[in-house]
């Protein structure tokens, strides 16, 4: 159980191990929250520090604490910088082999593993579970916890088995972390994850620092090649709706002198993960990638973002432009927009129950509406989000350079929507 000498040592343990002096926001509170074995749910914009909140609690504690996570780049990128700071952190997937698990298990079960990251699909697992039953677990952390709704941008089915297992393993204080809080996604979580108790911690979905441009897709290769090349040397990430042309617009920038490379789920885990790392280690400025990418990649620099096809509804998009400027300093959000690319997403949907039909058709008409109005976009994003603000921002393409596609109309929408 809990050491209340080790509570008092937690901002020393933040400067020895992190390197950081000052908690940020509710960091701490929440810490303490989950080290008293008080559930929590923390729903956080991208880059508000997030991972720390179980992290910092998973040292502290005795045992180990299971980190579900809904990828391996995210679990590798999470391991890598753990073991780099002197923890022992390790993976359970499907890409070990059976030495390597042998290790997990043996770490595990000796106690001195302190962060084992898993995925949800390996956790119903028998043979997973029943060593984890053996085990001295300290807590439960669930990241992207919007997985498991189906109202969310991310749905995985395997994330609702997640409350299931973890009463089979014991009975553990449980963390959820998001970066989304449409309502109804949090009530969803809460309520599968029965976690109606937890105690909620809500922050700010503003990113001040990040300047959010609609262009029409007119023209959108030369643009993106130009954009791409007045930002030389930056780092940045554009997102493609299909693994073609991901390929497609990853060669183009080669072929003009861009270092880039492709990222899908298509490619070998070997081929993604060496990208992957390419990208986080400055090889290359920019990686063309479907929407496989970057959830929970730490890159603090991202400078800028661009969707070449509109994503499927705003919280996806809020997402992964969220990937921009974590560092809080500039960050650049471009989406070329065309009517004919969200035809094409309704096609997807074609073969889905009519209920999951309608659920994409809505969220996609959401990002139409944000694509077309003229009023500012911060103002429109955060209220989809249930936070109203009465002053537009002065930091997106509407507030500098408002168009004549301004129409009075946009107030009234607006004013609807609040
Ligand atoms: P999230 O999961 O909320 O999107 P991360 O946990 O990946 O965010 O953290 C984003 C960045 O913030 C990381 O680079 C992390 O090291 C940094 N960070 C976290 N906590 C602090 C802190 N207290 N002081 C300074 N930087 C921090
Ligand atoms: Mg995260």
Request: hydrophobic share 35%; aromatic share 8%.
């Amino acid at each position: 159980q809990l050491d209340p000498t080790v509570q008092v040592s937690l901002k020393e343990k933040l400067k020895e191990i992190f390197g950081f002096s000052q908690f940020r926001g509710d960091q701490e509170a929440i810490i303490h929250n989950i080290l008293a074995g008080v559930n929590s749910f923390v729903i956080m914009p991208t880059g508000a520090g997030k991972s720390l909140c179980y992290q910092l609690p998973a040292i502290a504690s005795e045992g180990t604490a299971i980190v579900i996570s809904p990828l391996i780049a995210l679990m590798k990128n999470q391991v890598d910088q753990m073991n780099a700071f002197g923890i022992n952190a390790q993976f359970l997937n499907s890409t070990l082999s059976k030495a390597e698990m042998n290790k997990v298990k043996k770490d595990t079960l000796n106690g001195t593993l302190k962060l084992l990251y898993i995925a949800p699909e390996s956790l119903t697992k028998e043979e997973n579970l029943d060593f984890l039953k053996k085990a001295n677990i300290s807590f439960v952390a669930i990241d992207e916890a919007h997985c498991i709704s189906e109202w969310g941008h991310d749905f995985r089915p395997e994330y609702r088995k997640i409350r299931g297992i973890i009463d089979n393993i014991g009975n553990l204080p449980v963390i959820a972390l998001t970066a989304t809080a449409t309502p109804k996604v949090q009530q969803d979580i809460q309520k599968n994850l029965q976690m109606e108790d937890a105690h909620i911690y809500k922050t700010s979905f503003n990113r001040k620092n990040l300047y959010y441009e609609i262009r029409p897709k007119t023209d959108a290769k030369k643009q993106l090649i130009r954009y791409v090349k007045n930002n030389k040397g930056k780092s940045g990430i554009i997102y493609c709706l299909s693994r073609k042309t991901v390929e497609e617009i990853s060669e183009l920038l080669n072929v003009n002198d861009i270092k880039a490379l492709p990222y899908h789920a298509g490619l070998d885990p070997q081929t993604r993960m060496a990208n992957q790392d390419a990208f986080l280690n400055e090889d290359v400025d920019v990686v063309v990638a479907t929407i496989a990418f970057g959830m929970g990649i730490d890159k603090p620099d991202v400078r800028f973002v661009i969707h070449y096809d509109a994503p499927k509804s705003l919280e996806g998009y809020y997402q992964e432009t969220g990937r921009a400027g974590r560092d809080g300093l500039e960050g650049n959000c471009l989406m070329f927009y065309s009517y004919d690319d969200i035809v094409k997403l309704e096609k997807f949907n074609k073969d889905k129950s009519v209920t999951e039909r309608d659920n994409a058709k809505h969220l996609l008409m959401e990002m139409v509406s944000y694509a077309n109005l003229g009023v500012c976009r911060r103002r429109q994003l955060l209220s989809y989000f249930g936070e109203y603000q009465d002053k537009d921002c002065g930091f997106c393409d509407n507030c500098t350079k408002p168009t004549d596609r301004f129409k009075a109309q946009d107030e009234i929408v607006l004013a609807l929507q609040a």
